[in-house]
């Protein structure tokens, strides 16, 4: 107990000073609970209010995956520069490190595989064990148009509920079919479909004409995918755009981890997104990191 003889007086008041009281920085989090801003605030950089997420999810539906062969030997070096692992919980438990800097979003959905419909997703992973593994948001793919459309929307809705629960942020992931078109209007569709069905934020592909018009119907933040391998000069640029249209952010993965130089990559996708670098400026540092000798 504690010891209430000779207690001093309280005098720290500061009367004159009002208490801070300033808004949440990211687009849309204003509403949100203690435990929501907090893990967002993990996965988005609240100095640049932007994050660089490393997305490594690929096996859940794909297997192995050329430049995923060894995640242990070749994503773990990665770790440093990402402000997010995207990836599933069997990847997690068995190969990352728990004093992993970067905070975690689980991949939650799966079900399917690339020999048959990918649109047929369940729920995969219970709230339960996004918890017991601290995770920062989970990740549900949404399949806007797709065979499944109406049970992925719904896996997603189920996944903020649970999510409101307990304060673990929904990621809308917008999935896109082959048969479909993308461009903004498809992309404004699937993103706000998410939004306003409660995502925290979304994940959606870049287009070159009228992604800021995605960016700015969707009231939550918008992180951009990757997509295929590119030249290096290519998808710096594409990052570059993506953010000063308007996304929080990217969630990247082949155009990293199957980059000449991953962690060089990684660092120059950095440059773009935190320090507002430009393409041909992010280009020479990943140049001048890929020949310096490994240490
Ligand atoms: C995409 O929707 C899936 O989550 C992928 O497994 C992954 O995130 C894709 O990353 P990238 O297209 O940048 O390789």
Redesign the pocket.
């Known amino acids: 107990m504690a010891d209430t003889d000779d207690l001093k007086d309280a005098k720290a008041f500061h009367a004159e000073i009002p208490q801070e009281s300033s808004a949440f920085f990211l687009k849309g989090a204003n509403a949100l609970g203690w435990g929501m801003q907090n893990r967002l605030s993990r996965i988005f950089n609240p100095r640049s209010g932007r994050t660089v997420m490393l ?1 490594i ?2 096996g ?3 297997g192995t995956t050329t430049g995923l062969e060894r995640i242990d030997l070749t994503i773990r070096p990665l770790i440093p520069y990402a402000d997010s692992l ?1 990836l599933t919980r069997g990847i997690l438990r068995t190969v990352i490190p728990p004093t992993a800097s970067s905070s975690i979003v689980l ?1 939650v959905s799966g079900g399917s595989s690339i020999l048959k419909e990918l649109s047929n997703e369940e729920i995969a992973v219970d709230i339960e064990d996004s918890l017991r593994l601290n995770v920062c948001a989970m ?1 549900v ?1 949404v399949f806007v148009g797709g065979e499944f459309e109406r049970q992925s929307i719904i896996n997603m809705t189920r996944m903020v509920d649970m999510g409101l629960r307990y304060g673990v942020p929904t990621l809308g ?1 917008t ?1 896109v079919g082959k048969e479909m078109a993308r461009d903004a209007r498809y992309f404004r569709l699937a993103t706000r479909i998410c939004a306003e069905l409660g995502a925290q934020y979304v ?1 959606t592909y870049y287009v070159e004409q009228g992604f800021d018009t995605v960016c700015a119907s969707c009231p939550v933040p918008i992180v951009m ?4 391998k590119i030249p290096e000069l290519d998808a710096l640029t594409m990052a570059y755009r993506a953010v000063q249209e308007g996304a929080a952010g990217v ?5 990293i981890f199957q980059a000449d130089a991953p962690a060089a990559m990684i660092r120059a996708v950095r440059a773009v997104v935190h320090d507002h670098e430009t393409p041909a400026k992010a280009l020479d540092l990943y140049e001048t990191l890929r020949r310096q000798p490994k240490r």
């Open positions: 997305a999810d690929h859940y539906f794909l995207m991949r990740a793919q992931v999935a994940k995918a990757g997509g295929k969630d990247m993965g082949r155009n």
